[in-house]
């Protein structure tokens, strides 16, 4: 089944603007390294992408009446950190945890892709 | 007659029975429903027909019947028969159950069953609702009364968990060896939360829940027949006997006693034989492991004193310095400050809670047990004064009932009585398991 993983926050990790250029390497390695470790383990990237800052985002909210506002910047606080995501194709939760152990030491949500059946 | 046979067969068999559903099914919902159905009909035709030779085999079947019959009509079975039939390790033609303590096969099913339960993706409570649910088969109402919370919260907690299950995908296999340990450590958190939770006094004609208790112990012995020798687990069943041993002495007249004054002839001294047999074969390990095996330790002196004052005190204070060495917890050294107290002093206890305030800003029992050493001193405002902020601090009825009575006891002058305006803030930890102090 698919899951979603967010990289919600840096948790233990230096924040990137405060990275050597050495430690940033260092993570551009985790990411690069990433495909091998999840192919090792019988998981599937079905997709990832990292995400331009959080100053970068625009929230779009849209009220009771249907009137639409949009706000400048991330949908909470906590959001500002996000970074990128995967959404990976793995048998079970503990899996999906062992090969994101070998990405940087973010904080990361994980969240299971709903199923919905193809079938009518 | 019939009528007890099955409720015994459900007493013992429940956990074993819905593992093995769980495992073949890989869904808690079906194999909970089947297997309850099959009880029913057991219940319905077992008077007619007889009890049959073997009970749990009969049960089986026809739950397996029921559930295979549930997907069918779920319409979902051209998707799910291809699994089925790939997972070659499933004992889907196994028809024979062997008995209870026989099979290793079995005992690990209910295994996968605990890991199942307490995987570190639920909530802890959450763990050991599900865990005495599933395990042991007991009423989710009982699950309430154990844990203090109304009947359709901890249905809906149990709810929750296994849709968590179901959705998340946690898996429903026995973790990698590399996680073992640190998996096996979660289930005896969790067992061990459950055992304290029966201990919290409640109000009213239930103060402790103490048959609940001696069910989560069955959860502990269960834990121990299928993780064989691990230290933790037996540190764990040791401590949990020997305070479940002084559950007739725990109460008298609807009031808590304490440990001090308990009627020692009501403590249950083959359980205490029991744990201590089990304490003496225990290496001394790190970790959790160590800290479950101190703290069993320290129980064992209580239940080795013929009276209260017979209690080997710097036996136990030694205990527990070694215990805040390892866990360097402030609760520990609130502990240890009462048996430093009977083996020293109170003023060596006092000294022990010098600046403990900004560890434990909230709870009463800090201020609860420095109050009670500054009584032994004396120094009897100072001690109205530590209860009155317990008192403000206190969040369980029935222990505010017992502060304000050892408040109004203190022989204070007039003057003392009206007191000052209260110290800044000094609390404890919440209730926790049953210490030196509340027995």
Known sequence: MKFFVLLAGYGALT?????????????????????????ANGVEIVSGEALEGGSSATTMRTSAAGDVTLTDGPFAEAAEQIGGFYVLEAPNLDVVVEVCKALPPYDLELRPVMDVPDEP | MTAETVATV????????????????????????????????????????????????????TARRVALDRIKH????????????????????????????????????????????????????????????????????????????????????????????????????????????????????TVYLAFTAA????????????????????????????????????????LMLLQHSRRDARVAEGRLVELAAQDRSAWHHDEITRALGLLADVPESSGYAEELRLQALIASRHAVATTAAATDWPAI????????????????????????????????????????????????RLASVRAELQRRTGNLAAAADSYRTAISRCENAVELEHLTRQLAALPLSPGDRSGRSGHPSVGGPPVGPPTLGSG
């Open chain 2, 317 to 364: 204070a030694d205990l527990y310095a070694r215990l805040e060495r390892i866990t360097g917890s402030p609760v520990v050294r609130l502990n240890r400050s009462v048996a430093v107290a009977e083996a020293d002093g109170p003023d060596a206890g006092l000294a022990l809670l010098a600046g403990l305030e900004d560890a434990l800003p909230t709870g009463h």
């Open chain 2, 199 to 238: 201990y919290t006094p409640a109000r009213g004609e239930e103060l402790l829940r103490t048959e609940l208790a001696g069910e989560t112990i069955r959860l502990g012995v269960v834990l121990d027949a299928v993780v064989p020798r691990d230290p933790a687990v037996i540190s764990l069943l040791a």
């Open chain 2, 74 to 189: 779920e319409g979902v079975v051209a998707r799910k028969l291809p699994l089925l039939a790939v997972d070659i390790d499933v004992p889907d033609t196994d028809r024979s159950v062997p008995e209870a303590g026989e099979s290793t096969e079995l005992d690990d099913e209910r295994l996968r069953l605990l890991f199942l339960c307490c995987h570190p993706a639920l909530a802890p409570a959450s763990q050991a609702a599900l865990s005495l649910r599933l395990v042991l088969g007991i009423e989710t109402r009982e699950i309430a009364r154990l844990f203090l919370v109304p009947d359709t919260t901890m249905a809906a907690r149990i709810t929750r968990a296994k849709r968590k299950i179901a959705t998340s995908a946690i898996p429903f296999g026995l973790p990698e060896a590399t996680q073992w340990p640190a998996r096996v450590e979660g289930i005896v958190r």
């Open chain 2, 10 to 61: 459900w007493r013992d068999e429940w956990g074993r029975l819905l593992a093995l559903l769980v495992r073949q099914f890989r869904r808690l919902d079906l194999a909970e429903d089947s297997l309850a159905e099959a009880f029913v009909r057991a219940s319905g035709r077992w008077p007619a027909d007889g009890v049959p030779s073997n009970p749990p085999a009969w049960l089986l079947a």
């Open chain 1, 15 to 39: 924040p990137w603007d405060a990275m050597s250029e050495e430690e940033q390497q260092q993570l551009f390695a985790k990411h690069a390294d990433f495909p091998g470790v999840c192919a």
